[in-house]
Nanobody, 122 residues
Framework: QLQASGGGLVQAGGSLRLSCAASGRTSSIWGRCWFRQVPGKEREFVAAIVGSGDTEHYSDSVKGRFKISRDYAKNTMYLQMNNLKPEDTAVYYC?????????????????WGKGTQVTVSS
């Protein structure tokens, strides 16, 4: 199971850090991801940390501003979001997959956490 937290309201240019705590069957997880969704739009891939080497992947829209990381001791994943923009406003979801499908598609995720709202004011 995944539990996301850390969302909130922030002004443009500000920062937030999202957390995603994992429990249960986590040793077989290959990839841990963040997605986001705006009402009326499809869920969008944001970032992922995958494999034993913790390789990081980012969407072009957040590259250079967001940083994904893991704390093994706490079994928790983080998304540090800096220089936030109004277009980053969305519900953010953490997800996990057991396999490398070659892409980060929401349909391939095995676990989802409940979303956490991020609102960036201009």
């Amino acid at each position: 199971q995944l539990q996301a937290s850390g969302g909130g309201l922030v002004q443009a240019g500000g920062s937030l850090r999202l957390s995603c705590a994992a429990s249960g069957r986590t040793s077989s997880i290959w990839g841990r991801c963040w997605f986001r969704q705006v009402p009326g739009k499809e869920r969008e891939f944001v970032a992922a940390i995958v494999g034993s080497g913790d390789t990081e992947h980012y969407s072009d829209s957040v590259k250079g501003r967001f940083k994904i990381s893991r704390d093994y001791a706490k079994n928790t994943m983080y998304l540090q979001m800096n220089n936030l923009k109004p277009e980053d406003t969305a519900v953010y979801y953490c997800a996990a997959t057991f396999y490398d499908y070659g892409t980060f598609n929401g349909a391939d995720m095995a676990y989802w956490g409940k979303g956490t709202q991020v609102t960036v004011s201009s």
